[in-house]
């Protein structure tokens, strides 16, 4: 039996990885022009951060994590997320000494997550995120959410939806834990297994579970927008008048709780239902106490991440992928091993002189050579045998016009030059 792949892994395969490059290329370029710098944090980490940085009650920590004993015997952790590598980041090298504040990151990378697998949920899957460290103000939240919204307007999705909520901050929560509690109590028996875990430790995950008995019993529990205290509603009301301002459409969702322990005020998800159940292709949110808890400065900081996995299926739902443009634009065609030396070293030529071409690699006919050069939607092709050879010439075809000429071997470099440049410009 030849081995397979890990479950909820996969192959992204050079057809699909391309609409990944050009969907990368796009986000970085947006992140570059919104100010953000590139961070890359290793793909594991000591336990403890994840443990302490996510949060001990949270499903991440608690089912979730690929975490082994090396042979120094430390516990490490396969990455489940990429805010908590980031805080790490930015209290170990010192970035809160950093001349340019806030600090404003991104990051893209694989993430690991033991998760039940299905459409859109994998095991290791792959985010893009942003962190601004260091500012605490509602417009700095506003800026995130535009950075997310304007990131999928450039990639062409449509109707997509911000749900927003505020989850209070340590002072609010505590009377809302407690009035949650004391509405949930009667109810308990009717709760799933996991939420009856949680109302002791994280009484306000219940509000978010899935289970439809969990989504009755709460349907009329108290909700933390009623508890919140002045900072945080005026906080949450300013980002609300930023939004509207930025023309960024939003619906207020008191039962969005995150799946992480570290937010604080703002958290928000954006949905593109066409997907199937697995529809939040980004979440994030404040999380004013995460840095001071993994050993740092009080640090005030807000970020996202988005599943790239989700984005692609999106954008191929919504059919907004297209085709790559810069397949080679000439192929040069050997007959023979001799022709082949010759047709070897004209490619390395054609390559240095920057003209994408290729070259046949498996000694196949002419027939069948020009046959895989019109599947490729090459342009030219170079063709090269026994009798060109010992004419020094090449025969350059037109592969779309159909026509064809001879043309020395010593010209060819600057033909296909002058051709390319012409090429380009026309397709510009
Ligand atoms: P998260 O909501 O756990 O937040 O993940 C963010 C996004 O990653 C989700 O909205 C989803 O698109 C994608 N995602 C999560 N799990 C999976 C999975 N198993 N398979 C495929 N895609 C998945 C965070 O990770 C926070 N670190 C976000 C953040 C940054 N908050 C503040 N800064």
Not at 77 to 90: D, I, Q
Not at 94 to 99: E, F, I, T
Not at 115 to 131: I, L, N, S, T
Not at 337 to 364: C, H, K, N, Y
């Amino acid at each position: 039996m030849p081995i397979q792949r890990l479950k909820g892994t996969q192959d992204i395969l050079p057809e699909t990885a391309e609409y990944w490059q050009d969907a990368e290329a796009i986000i970085r370029k947006t992140c570059r022009e919104f100010g953000y710098e590139e961070i890359r944090t290793p793909i594991f980490e000591l336990t403890e951060l994840f443990v302490r940085g996510v949060g001990e009650t949270t499903d991440i920590v608690n089912k979730e994590m690929y975490t082994f004993t090396d042979k120094g015997g430390n516990s490490l952790t396969l990455r489940p997320e990429g805010t908590a590598s980031v805080c790490r980041a930015y209290v170990e090298d010192k970035l809160y000494g950093q001349v340019q504040q806030p600090v404003k990151l991104y990051y893209m990378g694989a993430m690991f997550r033991h998760e039940k697998p299905q459409a859109g949920r994998f095991r290791q899957f792959h985010q893009f995120g942003v962190e601004v460290l260091g500012a605490d103000k509602p417009v700095v939240d506003a800026e995130v959410i535009h950075l997310a919204w304007e990131i999928y307007r450039r990639l062409g999705l449509t109707g997509l939806e911000v749900h927003l909520n505020s989850v209070g901050c340590p002072h609010c929560r505590a009377l809302h834990k407690q009035k949650l509690q004391e509405f949930l109590a009667p109810r308990l028996g009717a709760l799933c297994k996991d939420c009856q875990e949680r109302f002791e430790r994280n009484p306000l995950r219940i509000l978010d579970c899935k289970q439809p008995s969990c989504r009755e019993a709460t349907a009329d529990a108290p909700a933390i927008t009623e508890y919140l205290c002045e900072d945080c509603r005026s906080h949450a009301e300013r980002l609300q008048e930023l939004l509207a301002a930025a023309g960024i459409p939003y619906s207020i969702n008191p039962r969005l709780v995150r799946g992480l322990d570290y937010y604080r005020k703002t958290a928000f998800e954006i949905m593109v239902e066409e997907i199937g159940a697995q529809s939040a292709i980004c979440g994030g949110g404040r999380y004013d106490g995460l840095v001071e808890e993994i050993g740092g400065p009080p640090t005030p900081a807000i970020g996202f991440a988005m599943g790239l996995e989700r984005v692609l299926a999106a954008l191929r739902v919504q059919e907004k992928l297209s085709p790559r443009a810069d397949r080679p634009f000439a192929v040069v065609v050997t007959l023979g091993e001799r022709a082949t030396g010759l047709g070897f070293q004209t490619v390395s030529r054609l390559r240095q002189a920057g003209i994408p071409v290729s070259m046949d690699l498996l000694g196949r006919s002419l027939k069948s050579q020009l046959k895989a050069a019109d599947r490729n939607q090459i342009r030219v092709a170079l063709i090269l045998g026994d009798e060109e050879l010992d004419r020094g010439v090449m025969v350059v075809r037109d592969l779309i016009l159909g026509e064809q000429s001879e043309v020395s071997q010593d010209e060819i470099v600057r033909l296909m030059e002058e051709q390319y440049g012409k090429y380009q410009k026309d397709v510009r």
